[in-house]
């Protein structure tokens, strides 16, 4: 299990290999897809950071109320660690599609419906991909997120871009 990992990494650290590294675990705020039950996959991410994690950075993820309510439910667990929230920007609407039906990650569906008649219109799909992740970030900043990692899939102009927008708002 990952926390069995993480408590060996912490020890070999703690034993003087450097307090300054941090180690970072995953965080599924619409829970792990292999995982049949909510409660057991945040208690194994409690387990985690309880094991010595420094922070998490969460699968990407299009619904900040996900995010708010998997915060709150590990903080009861005793998880009070850092949880940077994950994004992913629309560059390509098939290939995210396949990969949140894999993951089983939520897309609200009037994103889906807007993308999906967007077609193979690339410069559509990035301009309102763009006004979608702009705003997620915007409401998890101001709802307190320490911080977002862009999953850019070798895209980093738009992540450059939702910087900049994120930089001016």
């Known amino acids: ?29 619409e829970y792990h897809p292999a995982q049949r039950y909510a409660a057991r996959d945040l208690q194994h991410y409690a387990d985690k950071v309880k094991a010595g994690a420094s922070g998490a950075i969460t699968q990407f993820f299009f619904n900040p109320d996900a995010y708010f309510h998997f915060v709150e439910a590990t903080r009861k667990l005793g998880a009070e660690v850092p949880v940077t929230a994950g994004i992913m920007p629309f560059h390509n609407y098939a290939r995210i599609a396949q990969f949140a039906q894999r993951d089983g990650i939520d897309i609200p569906r009037w994103i889906a419906l807007k993308m999906e008649g967007y077609l193979d219109d690339t410069a559509s799909i990035r301009a309102f991909g763009l006004d979608v992740i702009a705003a997620l970030c915007e409401k998890l900043i101001a709802g307190g997120a320490p911080g977002i990692h862009f999953y850019t899939l070798n895209q980093s102009a738009l992540a450059l871009e939702l910087c900049r927008r994120l930089h001016a708002a």
């Open 1 to 29: 299990y990952a926390a069995e990992l993480v408590r060996f990494i912490r020890q070999f650290l703690d034993e003087g290999q450097g307090p300054d590294w941090q180690i970072e675990v995953a965080a599924y705020p």
